[in-house]
């Protein structure tokens, strides 16, 4: 259905923009952790942006996305579909039309 490849495809992008938007924030975290630094999180993340730019900020970004993008689209369409069939469901309890 058409409907189902938009809700794809507007999950999809969901997925892309919240791992972009979320990896450097992730990466500097991780960073802070493993390398057991008492830095402040914010001049972490200045930091490496200074030094490794936005390479650094973005390492590790092909796995998230490879598991990020289809878990968004595929959630994004079931969320839609499950909402078009309670409401289905909703209108045959009541008595009303479709």
Known sequence: REQTVVHLIAGSVAGVASSVASNPLDVAKTRIQTLG??????SMIGTMAREEGMHGLM?????????????SAIT????EYAKRL?????????????
């Not at 630094?37 to 914010?42: A, E, I, M, P, Q």
């Not at 390492?59 to 878990?71: D, E, K, Y």
């Not at 994004?76 to 969320?79: K, S």
């Open 37 to 42: 630094l008492s830095t402040n999180f914010w």
């Open 59 to 71: 390492r590790g970004i092909w796995p998230r996305l490879w598991f990020a993008v289809p878990l």
């Open 76 to 79: 994004l369409a079931f969320y």
């Open 86 to 98: 309670a409401s289905a469901h909703h209108r045959a309890v009541m008595g009303e039309e479709a």
